[in-house]
């Protein structure tokens, strides 16, 4: 058979995809639907619902013929295709269920859509047709209990959809008799059908068919009764019944029957005759009998029920006289003749003439009196029929309707019972009807069978859940007393035998307290009006018993005769004779009975009864009791009556003397025990007032007293007597405590603390250990399950009280609850597990009730740290209870603690299907709860942990603290208990706890909110993992079957039928998973695994096509968005939660780029999103206090809804404009390469094209609602009156994305409310601020979500601005729309007067916002340029911003508020200085604008200044990587702020420098700096950059002549002196690799480049002081020599790194600064400088020799080259890999734009050394001397030869080659082609300028000039001076370099002539000067200004000299 493959279609149909069982859940309530789909689900089944007695059509050639063309039309006009491998299954279903093709088709997609089929059933054809055969059975079922439902609705006006049902009904089911005729005609038949021929001739099969003919019999008896509820049915009708259940047998007589042999059908067979029987009393409408006259005329005149028709009741009559004379017939009889009996007491005048033969037949003639209660008229007939039904064994019925499934929901669920709604009220309403016409009808004294009607009565009225019985008892109270007394006689019977018959009365009257069972405690809801009932119901049986007016004693026969006789006995009139007392006497119970009261006779059979009528206290007589059951039992003495003067007459009677002992009588002190413990339960009123009652001041112990008495001397008895104590005693007593805990808290919690025998005490095991091995010995556990309601009680009332006690009081409790919590969790919770159970429930109980109270401590206990703090009790009393729970269950577990909750929750499932076989659905139902509190701790242990780990400091050490360790139960979840099988069944593999965890979303069996539970217990399971140490844990590695997992989550998701919060728990998981689970997240967007992980095989189900577009997550969430108009208002909540899951898919883009790669190219995606985007969410509702009035609830339930759709609406929006910003991310290196656009860049594109849209959308993101008055107001409200209250306490524990936007948001208000209306008690004052301060938490809570999703949608634009402004640079106006909106955000953020943490986060996100905006502006390529007069006002506002008092950026700066945001403000003022020195500059800008923005820039710089001194003095103490970074902005700032366009003098900013100290203490913390770094402490941690930020803020100062001079009056040269680097400096050992890291720039090599550029800078701004240059400068240079001699003598044998390159510049720039500002117009410097500037000479060249040596080898020099950096090594590699010939190809910046770059720089340093030789020697000013005197006194210091030498210094040739190797440059420059050539900067190392053509073409043109010169003016001095060798003395000079300075004759020192021919020397300066000449004129003229005169000066000088030297060469000079 082929798999259907279409089987699941992708959009969800109504007919297709809607069970009936589906729409019977709704209508039960058990599910929810919207009307409209409801609605519309009803309409298209109205077909079947109206015939549901035969709904479906059996085959037909029409409908084979459709199936068969591939096409189907369906009821509601939906047309399916149907694949032609679905075809052959259709078939073979209408031929196996004799069922319309068309059905058959419709069914399949119904079961397909709605079942968890295995892949092992799909592939076995009779397995799946057995399956779809037992579904489609079952929907038959669920389609009469829709109708059924639709039926019972209409009947009850408070349903919700009680409208919708019956405008239903009565539209398709106009005529409802006719409807019920026929539902009862079928009904009949299937009681005589036979098997029919379609079903298979085989038993089983028969059999099959055969129950589910019996199941159908009683969903149509089901139907019959909710008809007759909602609509009165006729007499032809009640008549057709009555004689149907004679000829039916009520449904026992079946044809079928021995098919019917199983238990399960005789089950079936019992309630359908109970049903039966129930029904017909109901068609007699007993209720309105009961209540009201019967007015036969009425009847007849509106034709309305069955006394509308004389004829129809005759025949009723002969119908039940023809019912058999069995018993289950007896109800019946008996409610027809109180039917005939209330027609027969009509008076005769009142009965219509129609009626006048039926009476006659009532009443043919006077008859005797009967037991029958009528005292006037015979009722023959009556009484006949009223006789037989007692003779039948009415009362044996009744018990049988009391005792079967239809009064039972536990016993239903034992039984397995098939009623749809068993326990309803209206069965018990029939039921009590009959027991209201029995009294009614019949003298209570008269009856014998007194403990069955007592039995019955209280099975009625006292059994099962208290919202069933609590209306039954009131109405009892309050309208059958009030109409007939005699409906409370058998109460009255009870209470006349009082107390000598004492149970009874305790049992009618506990059932009359409208409580329930004792089992069904726990269903006592907090309903206000079913408590309201209940309380009244409690209140009259209080007060019923409080004033009993009589008191029945058995006379004691030694009381009767004798001296001491009491009693006597008197003649009386009518009585005969009565008893009377001839004394006072005490009674039991307190009264006193006065002297001669009659005491009538009730029995004298062996013991005298006899009754006084004397009013006293019932309760009063019970307290006696228990008085005295406590003093005999346990201390074995006799109780007398403490505190109490008795005159001495009186006679003191105990009980014994009435006739009770009560020595040993535990079942009377219990059912006393247990009628306090009901009527108390949860009733505070009442209890008050039993506790006011019972208290007297006589020395007596009162309840309290006595009930822990009996308590404490139970468990001492226990304890002595090994464990054998009264358990039910110990049990009954606690349950007492329980309800009276809440009143008298404080008598209880002393008594425990000093009971060690309940819960132990130290080193004290105590006695309950004891009792709990009795019970374990015997199975039952009613004594452990009572003890654990009073440990959950005792948590309760601590917790609502915890604001009301002094901190003694709470410490109290505080102790006895963890020797509470100690003892259940070692003495039952690590074992009941492994104990012996008689009913299995009760471990599901045990289980349950633990774990309840685990995870109410953690709900309602405020967070506390992983680790225990010594302040964390601190406003958290309670704060070691939580502690106790998370050490146990995390942080310490153990695996006995970890164990019965893991293991209770990997059986589950196992256990779960074991109890449904079996039928027993009530254990199965106590295990749904045990899973759930399990599931529900689970999560919030998990909540717990990920709470303490997220917020963990993520340092090094603390990562592998205990506090972020995988737990136990992490482990144990992922993992299984070790020893305990996870068998997956029909799977054979392994199956994890996290498996079965995730099954149950999609097992329906357990329900939603079980599937909700386990949905968050997953999302808190994967987020705790996530942050936990070690690595997190794989889920999908752990599942068994992933795929089908993800498929079930991904089909819930689109079923909008489910529930709205299970499907977005679905989606709170994904996005979870999404999050931290990668594989599983590839699961659920591509709905495949990617690769097996661990071992887990990708598996495909056989059959799928692989084709077909399979349905995922991502699908899903597309669709969602593509539906965005429909569900923005209809479900918000669902739409973020999509939208939520898609923004961290973008998130984790590159994880799952192939499967989003679809949806990105859709460009119907993104418009929808766009759609989402656009739209308006116009002005936040308001989240004011409502007031407080009555309709408060209404009114603050819309707000909260508007309020919540609202902050959905803006959360949706925040996530569409993410998932826009990742996408644009995702694509950003795309660009890079070219790519074109994404497409969603066309959605961003247009929200900036339309500027006054964009600024509608920046005035949502800058908005915020928040409020801080109302959160100040709420602070205040809590601490004038309610102080001990702290909102931490009652925050919600859950994980941030599983909580829901509204009146929860943040804080528990409930608990709050409940909390503190406990407190206030009963002073009005107190009461009214509760509710205050509740609605204070509702609207604070409501603020909380508009700001939340107000804050995401702030930072989503801010995601968005940056990322987008790559993308923008390009577009038109952009920096005009931007500029116009950052203006207005600059003015909203400097207009903000809220302050507080919430707002400074929100001023941050903002303060980002605006840096986005102006980042979009700064990289934006526009050519227009933004106004002027916004430049100005962003200023104002920036300045502003600086000095707000709300958000002082200080405070920030200096880490006093979280978030800071300094460094985003920082950065915004960088950019407002840039642009303002801009329009400063412009000649455009009006004076008036250049003053203000002068005047705000000077007020920020004022900030910037207080900034950098607060950083420095932070610094000085201890530094920090965040200080760091602070001052490299600050400096970055400090220096756009000074810039001099910006300020008219900067005396005023100087001014604030020199007030704050800020130079002097910048040098203070420099000398204090650690420079050096890891030179000495390599396993240390990094150095920060602190120091090298200084030297930059040094060197910003040193630009301008007024700072620089201040700066050096500081002593900065001093400073530098005294660095950490100093001694490494004067060695001369700091090189470019020093202190670094593999890969990395040398930060000390670094800060000593700086050193140089702060001192250069100084040195030309202050040099021509001579004291500068001749102290600080010298000194420096002095003191630094070593490292200066390193740089300057690098020769061509040494490798070449570009920060060498850096500092060998840096060097020459310095002594060019000194050269130019010592040597002014030919004068000599000072001394000190001119030795060093000698010795840089004699350095520079030779230094200039090897410079001169590379540039003309180009091909060495990329060999010497040594990259630093990895981005070095790849550019100057792949630059180097070939062969370079010539300048003009090292020049090339597009082929070498590394090398281009660098020869660039290299020619700078040739040039700046060629201007300090010129400058030290005086080439310059000798150049224009024509005195050859003079120049005979400057002899040359360079070799005029011809030769080069690499080794030596620089000659007149070396310096030719450097002028030619220039001039190519120049040459190539000047070129066309390249006059704008320019190196792209990401191709060029960082620490090299970029290539440019212009900036080079003035560099070359400098340094011909330069060389040109100097060489010209050498070679002419060589020619005024005398050949020969100077000889020279050696010594160290002030650089610390060996140098000859006998040879040195820079300064005019003379020189020996050499001996050497002077004739080839001649030849050669002729040469030189000569090949100089030519080289002059080569030089183009257009190279720069001024070339063409030095050119032409240049050439004259030349040619002199070629001219002079030729004329000597032929004088034979020399």
């Not at 029909?986 to 386990?1014: C, H, K, M, W, Y």
């Not at 700001?1347 to 801010?1358: A, F, Y």
Request: aromatic share 8%; hydrophobic share 40%.
């Amino acid at each position: 058979m082929a798999a259907t493959s279409g089987s699941k279609p992708s959009a969800f149909q109504d007919l297709t995809d809607l069970t009936f069982q589906r729409l019977h859940g709704v209508l039960g309530h058990y599910e929810t639907l919207d009307f409209e789909p409801l609605e519309a689900a009803l309409q298209h089944r109205s077909s079947l619902l109206k015939q549901c007695y035969e709904p479906f059509t059996r085959p037909s050639p029409q409908s084979r013929q459709s199936v068969q063309s591939g096409k189907v039309t369906l009821r509601d006009g939906t047309a399916l295709e149907v694949a032609d491998e679905d075809k052959e299954i259709v078939f073979e279903i209408s031929k196996a269920l004799d069922l319309d093709e068309v059905e058959a088709l419709t069914l399949l997609r119904l079961f397909f859509y709605n079942e968890d089929i295995p892949v092992a059933q799909i592939s076995d054809s009779s397995r799946l047709l057995d399956a779809i055969s037992d579904f489609y059975y079952d929907e038959r079922l669920y389609l009469m209990r829709t109708v059924g439902d639709l039926l019972r609705v209409k009947a009850s006006s408070g349903d919700m959809y009680n409208t919708l049902a019956t405008e239903f009904v009565q539209k398709h089911v106009p005529d409802q008799n006719v409807f019920i005729e026929k539902l009862l005609q079928s009904l009949a038949a299937r009681t005589t059908d036979t098997v029919p021929q379609y079903v298979p001739n085989d038993v089983k099969s028969a059999a099959k068919w055969a129950k589910q003919n019996l199941k159908e019999q009683l969903c149509l008896l089901e139907v019959i009764f909710w008809s007759a509820i909602s609509k009165t049915t006729n007499g032809s009708f009640v008549l057709q019944f009555f004689q149907a259940a004679r000829q039916l047998g009520l449904g026992r007589h079946q044809h079928l029957e021995e098919l019917l042999m199983d238990e399960e059908c005789g089950q079936l067979q019992d309630d359908i005759e109970v049903l039966f029987g129930v029904t017909a009393i109901q068609l007699l409408e007993l209720d309105k009998l009961l209540d009201e006259d019967l007015d036969l005329e009425l009847a007849i005149k509106r034709q309305r029920g069955f006394l509308a028709s004389p004829k129809d009741v005759a025949d009723i009559h002969n119908a039940v006289s023809q019912l058999p004379d069995e018993q289950r017939y007896s109800p019946l009889v008996l409610s027809w003749g109180y039917v005939v009996s209330k027609i027969a007491r009509l008076p005769r005048d009142e009965v219509p003439q129609e009626y006048e033969d039926f009476y006659g037949v009532l009443n043919p003639a006077p008859a005797r009196k009967t037991r029958f209660a009528v005292a006037d008229g015979t009722l023959g007939v009556a009484e006949s029929i009223l006789n037989r039904a007692f003779e039948l064994g009415i009362f044996g019925a009744m018990r049988r309707y009391t005792n079967s499934p239809l009064l039972s929901t536990a016993l239903a669920a034992t039984v397995a019972s098939k009623l749809t709604e068993p326990n309803n009220a209206q069965f018990r309403y029939v039921i009590k009807g009959v027991l209201m016409a029995i009294l009614d009808s019949v003298q209570v004294e008269y009856i014998t069978d007194y403990d069955t009607l007592v039995e019955v009565w209280a099975s009625v009225f006292g059994s099962g859940e208290m919202p069933i019985v609590v209306h039954l008892c009131a109405s009892f109270w309050t309208r059958d007393t009030v109409n007939s007394t005699q409906r409370r006689s058998l109460l009255d019977l009870s209470l006349s035998r009082f107390p000598v018959e004492i149970l009874p009365l305790l049992r009618l009257l506990r059932a009359m307290s409208g409580t329930g069972g004792l089992a069904e405690l726990d269903s006592i809801a907090d309903d206000d009006v079913q408590a309201a009932l209940r309380a009244s119901s409690a209140q009259h049986v209080y007060e019923y018993f409080s004033a009993l007016p009589t008191y029945a004693q058995v006379l004691p026969p030694h009381l009767l005769t004798g001296p001491d006789a009491v009693f006597d006995t008197r003649p009386h009139a009518s009585l005969g004779y009565y008893y009377t007392n001839v004394r006072p006497v005490r009674l039991p119970g307190g009264c006193i009975l006065p002297p001669s009261s009659v005491g009538r006779v009730i029995s004298n059979q062996g013991a005298v009864v006899v009754s006084w009528s004397q009013q006293h206290s019932g309760w009063e007589m019970l307290l006696d009791i228990l008085r005295t059951y406590q003093a005999r039992s346990f201390g074995g003495r006799s109780r007398r009556p403490m505190g109490m003067t008795l005159p001495s007459e009186t006679v003191l009677l105990e009980l014994e003397d009435v006739g009770l002992q009560v020595d040993n009588d535990e079942d009377l002190v219990a059912e006393i025990l247990d009628l306090f413990r009901c009527l108390l339960y949860k009733n505070l009123d009442l209890t008050s007032q039993v506790v006011s009652d019972l208290q007297k001041d006589d020395g007596e112990p009162d309840l309290i007293q006595v009930t822990l008495l009996i308590l404490k001397d139970a468990l001492v008895a226990s304890s002595a007597d090994r464990g054998q104590a009264p358990n039910r005693i110990v049990s009954s007593a606690l349950g007492v405590l329980t309800a009276l805990l809440p009143v008298v808290p404080g008598q209880i919690w002393p008594f425990l603390r000093s009971l060690p025998q309940l819960f132990g005490d130290g080193g004290q095991m105590g006695s309950t250990p004891l009792l709990l091995n009795v019970e374990r010995s015997s199975g039952s556990y009613g004594m452990t399950l009572a003890l654990l309601d009073l440990v959950g009680a005792l948590f309760d009332e601590a917790f609502r009280m915890v604001l009301t006690h002094n901190r003694t009081l709470q410490q109290m409790k505080t102790d006895v609850l963890l020797r509470a919590l100690n003892f259940i969790h070692s003495e039952i919770w690590e074992e009941h597990i492994t104990w012996r159970y008689v009913r299995v429930a009760d471990r599901f109980e045990i289980g349950r009730k633990i774990g309840n109270i685990y995870a109410e401590i953690l709900k309602l206990s405020p967070p506390i740290p992983a680790t225990p703090t010594p302040d964390e009790v601190t406003g958290n009393p309670l704060a070691p209870l939580t502690r106790f729970v998370l050490d146990t269950f995390v942080y310490k577990a153990t695996s006995s603690t970890i164990n019965p909750l893991v293991s209770s929750i990997s059986t589950v499932r196992q256990l779960h299907d074991a109890l449904q076989k079996a039928l027993r659905f009530v254990d199965a139902s106590n295990l749904d709860q045990l899973l759930e509190a399990n599931l529900l701790l689970t999560q919030l242990l998990l909540v717990r942990k990920h709470q303490s780990s997220a917020s963990a400091p993520s340092t090094a050490n603390s990562v592998e603290s205990q506090s972020i360790k995988i737990s136990l139960l992490e482990q144990t979840l992922f993992n299984g208990v070790p020893g305990l099988s996870h068998t997956a069944k029909g799977r054979g593999q392994r199956s994890e706890p996290v498996d079965v965890i995730a099954g149950l979303v999609q097992n329906r069996s357990f329900g939603p909110s079980i599937a909700t539970i386990a949905t968050h217990c997953l999302s808190a399971l994967c987020a705790s993992v996530s942050v936990s140490y070690p690595a997190s844990l794989s889920l999908v590695a752990h599942l068994s079957d992933p795929e089908a997992i993800a498929a079930a989550y991904i089909r819930l998701l689109s079923d909008p039928y489910e529930e709205i919060e299970l499907r977005k728990a679905v989606w709170d998981f994904i996005s979870i998973v999404v999050d931290t689970q990668p594989a599983l997240a590839a699961l659920f967007i591509s709905g495949k695994l990617k690769a097996s992980e661990k071992g887990l095989e990708v598996k495909t189900e056989p059959g799928r096509d692989d084709g077909e577009t399979q349905q995922t997550a991502l699908s899903v969430a597309c669709d969602v968005v593509a539906s965005s108009a429909a569900l923005w208002d209809v479900t918000p909540s669902l739409h973020s939660a999509a939208l939520t899951m898609l923004d961290l898919v973008w998130q984790h883009a590159l994880e799952h780029l192939d499967s989003l790669t679809k949806t990105r190219e859709d460009p119907q995606f993104w418009q929808n999103l766009a759609w989402i985007v656009s739209k308006d969410l116009g002005e936040p509702p308001a989240n004011v206090v409502t007031a407080i009035e009555q309709a408060f609830e209404e009114e603050h339930t819309k707000q909260s809804d508007v309020v919540a759709a609202y902050s959905h609406h803006s959360a949706s929006k925040a996530h569409a404009l993410h998932v826009l910003a990742m996408d644009l991310k995702l694509a950003s290196p795309d660009r890079l390469k070219g790519a074109t656009a994404p497409k969603s860049f066309g959605i961003v594109q247009k929200l900036f094209k339309d500027s006054q849209t964009f600024a509608s959308h920046m005035t949502e993101a800058t908005r915020c609602s928040f409020a801080p008055r109302l959160h100040a107001d709420l602070q205040r409200l809590i601490s004038e009156n309610f102080p001990t209250l702290t909102l931490d306490s009652v925050r919600v524990t859950s994980l941030p994305s599983q909580r829901t936007y509204g009146d929860h948001y943040l804080y528990q208000s409930d608990v709050v409310h409940n909390r503190l209306m406990k407190c206030a008690g009963s002073d009005e004052s107190l009461g009214y601020y509760a509710t205050l301060i509740f609605l204070h938490t509702c609207a604070v809570n409501l603020d909380w979500s508009l700001t939340d999703s107000e804050i995401l949608l702030t930072r989503s634009w801010q995601t968005i601005l940056q990322e987008a402004a790559t993308w923008l640079r390009t577009q038109p106006n952009v920096e005009t729309t931007i500029m116009a909106s950052a203006t207005r955000m600059g003015k909203v953020i400097a207009e903000e007067k809220r302050g507080g943490e919430t707002m400074q986060n929100v001023h941050a996100d903002r303060l980002a916002m605006l840096e986005g905006l102006l980042n979009v502006a700064w990289v934006s390529t526009s050519t227009t340029t933004p106004e002027s007069a916004q430049i100005a006002e962003l200023v104002r506002s920036v300045r502003y911003i600086t000095t707000s008092e709300s958000f002082p950026p200080l405070d920030s700066l200096r880490r006093r508020t979280q978030p800071s945001f300094h460094r985003t403000l920082l950065r915004i003022v960088y950019f407002c200085a840039h642009k303002a020195a801009a329009v400063c500059k412009a000649t455009t800008t009006k004076l008036e604008q250049r003053l203000a923005i002068s005047a705000d820039v000077s007020e920020v710089l004022g900030f910037v200044v207080d900034a950098m001194r607060s950083v420095f003095d932070l610094a000085y103490h201890a530094s920090a990587p965040e200080l760091s970074d602070d001052l490299k902005l600050l400096v970055a700032v400090f220096e756009k702020c000074t810039k001099p366009e910006l300020h008219s003098t900067p005396s005023t900013w100087l001014a604030r420098c020199q007030e704050v100290d800020l130079l002097r203490a910048s040098l203070e913390v420099l000398v204090r700096s650690d420079l050096v770094g890891r030179t000495h402490a390599k396993d240390g941690p990094k150095p920060t950059p602190f120091g090298q930020h200084i030297l930059y803020f040094h060197v910003v100062l040193a630009r301008l002549p007024a700072s620089a001079e201040r700066l050096a009056q500081e002593g900065v040269i001093s400073a530098y002196q005294k660095a950490d680097l100093a001694p490494y400096l004067q060695a001369g050992s700091v090189t470019p690799g020093s202190n670094a890291a593999p890969g990395e720039y040398s930060s000390l090599h670094r800060a000593w480049c700086t050193m140089l550029g702060v001192s250069t800078s100084l040195t030309q701004v202050l040099g021509t002081e001579g004291h500068f240059l001749s102290s600080e400068i010298v000194a420096f240079v002095q003191l630094f020599g070593g490292q200066l001699t390193r740089a300057l003598g690098w020769t061509i044998e040494e490798p070449l790194t570009l920060p060498l390159v850096e500092e060998i510049h840096r060097v020459v720039r310095l002594f060019q600064a000194t050269a130019a500002c010592s040597i002014v117009d030919g004068r000599d410097p000072e001394p000190g400088v001119r030795e060093i500037l000698g010795a840089f000479a004699e350095r520079s060249l030779l230094l200039l020799q090897q410079l001169n040596y590379v540039l003309s080898h180009p091909n060495h020099l990329v060999t010497l080259l040594e990259p630093v950096t990895l981005e070095e090594r790849m550019l100057l590699e792949k630059e180097g890999a070939t062969s370079i010939d010539g300048p003009v190809q090292m020049i090339d910046s597009a082929s070498r734009p590394s090398f281009a770059s660098l020869v660039q720089r290299l020619l700078t340093i040739v040039r700046d050394i060629a201007s300090t030789l010129l400058i030290i020697s005086k080439s310059d000013w000798l150049f224009c001397v024509r005195d050859d005197d003079l120049w005979r006194t400057y002899p040359p210091q360079v070799a005029a030869e011809t030769t080069v030498s690499a080794s030596g210094p620089v000659s007149i040739a070396s310096l030719r080659e450097l002028a030619t190797f220039a001039l190519d440059v120049l040459r190539h420059c000047l070129k066309p082609e390249n006059k704008a050539a320019r190196a792209k900067p990401e191709l060029v190392p960082a620490i090299l300028q970029p290539f440019d053509a212009g900036a080079a073409k003035v560099v070359a043109a400098q340094a011909i000039e330069q060389i040109l010169l100097f060489a010209c003016v050498q070679l002419r001095s060589a020619t005024y001076q005398p050949v020969a060798v100077l000889p020279g003395g050696n010594f160290r000079d002030s650089m610390g370099m060996d140098l000859d300075l006998e040879r040195s004759t820079m300064f005019g020192r003379s020189a020996a002539p050499a001996p050497i021919d002077s004739t080839r020397m001649m030849r050669n300066w002729r040469e030189l000067a000569f090949d100089l000449n030519l080289v002059a004129k080569e030089v183009p003229s257009e190279s720069g200004p001024g070339t063409k005169e030095f050119k032409d000066q240049l050439l004259r000088s030349t040619s002199r000299m070629v001219q002079e030297l030729e004329k000597k060469l032929k004088e034979g000079l020399r």
